[in-house]
């Protein structure tokens, strides 16, 4: 009788942030008596993997969507589309903005296509330092702590290793390719490095191919608002007068 509400909770903590701990601590305050923190993190695994398994499948769906939609509108080739890309990260402050996710332990890059007015997402990618079994029994030997050194392990990056928007966007061209797509301008912000590589992936059985970056309004616009606010006007510029 407690399976059902207690994965109902699992899946509904997948759209807030908030954890098991978190979870066990706001239950504990309102005096509910729920399940205890180690079954709340084994049905969140569970639902987890069901939830990647439906994302994944989705994804697909758009991008066959994507080629559909390029073919009824008659285009030269209905595999080549246009795409947004952009990573995230669970920093609270970013050091260096040539090199973003310094000082945080995931990084999630995402693809949207910019074909339909949906813009449904078509690729995502995880990049993860953390592991609770790494942390909490091999923490004394550093030869163990590698990505996937033992079983369910649920590191799969270096944690000496910086994060690269461009390795995120690479891997995550490797699935769009096994649809043959093929993405021809790609929206990103100024410090990404994303669309390199796209290119690089894509010239592998395409070298003439070329990706070409479209900067994103958002962020163009907040570096003119930087540049305007930062800029020396001379008083001889505009050459008319002035009211105060």
């Not at 947004?84 to 903005?97: A, K, V």
């Not at 690729?123 to 079983?151: E, M, Q, V």
Request: charged share 25%; proline share 4%.
């Amino acid at each position: 009788l407690c399976a059902a509400p207690n994965i109902g909770l699992a899946i509904g903590l997948q759209d807030v942030p908030m954890g098991p701990t978190g979870t066990e601590r706001l239950l504990a305050a309102g005096q509910i008596l729920g399940p205890s923190r180690r079954q709340l993190q084994t049905h969140s695994n569970r639902v987890c993997e069901k939830v990647a398994e439906l994302d994944q499948t989705e994804s697909e769906k758009a991008i066959d969507r994507c080629i559909e939609v390029n073919r009824l509108r008659g285009t030269e080739d209905a595999h080549v589309i246009n795409a947004s890309f952009d990573g995230r990260y669970n920093s609270t402050r970013m050091t260096n903005s040539y090199r973003p996710g310094l000082g945080s332990s995931q990084a999630i890059g995402v693809m949207c296509e910019d074909v339909t007015d949906e813009k449904q997402i078509i690729g995502y990618i995880l990049h993860n330092k953390l592991c609770p079994t790494c942390s909490r029994t091999l923490c004394h030997d550093p030869k163990l702590r590698k990505p996937g050194s033992h079983k369910g392990c649920s590191a799969n990056y270096g944690e000496n290793v910086t994060f690269s928007e461009e390795k995120m966007a690479t891997e995550i061209t490797r699935k769009l390719r096994t649809k043959g797509v093929k993405v021809k301008y790609m929206s990103t912000d100024g410090d990404a490095h994303g669309v390199k590589g796209v290119q690089n992936l894509i010239q592998q059985t395409d070298p003439e191919w070329k990706t070409i970056r479209i900067a994103d309004p958002v962020h163009l616009g907040v570096a003119q608002l930087k540049r305007v606010n930062n800029t020396t006007f001379s008083a001889k510029m505009l050459g008319k007068r002035t009211q105060k």
